[in-house]
């Protein structure tokens, strides 16, 4: 798959915003969700160079994991964990 420049250098400022925002967020949630939007945007970009660059993807699907973890299944045991104690 070959991009020009213009396109790769243009995913790589989306990601790095969107990444950039999600630390504004007051919400850990929604600080996870919009990172995870950043690491995605990463993970294409990785994978838009004409070798793919694996410590970009490596390292985004990481955090994407991470993200992944606290948003679905830490959720899921803080709501049953609350259900119990009431």
């Keep these: 798959m070959e991009f020009g420049t ?3 250098d243009l995913v790589g400022y989306a990601a790095s915003l969107v990444v950039l925002l999600a630390f504004f967020m007051k919400n850990i949630n929604t600080l996870r969700i919009v990172n995870s939007v950043g690491c995605a945007l990463f993970i294409l970009y990785g994978f838009l160079f004409d070798t793919p660059n694996l410590p970009i993807i ?5 955090i994407l994991l991470v993200n992944g973890y ?7 045991e ?3 964990t609350v259900k119990k104690d009431q």
């Design 6 to 8: 213009e396109t790769l």
């Design 58 to 62: 490596i390292t985004n699907v990481g």
């Design 70 to 76: 606290y948003l679905l299944i830490k959720k899921e």
């Design 78 to 80: 803080q709501i049953t």
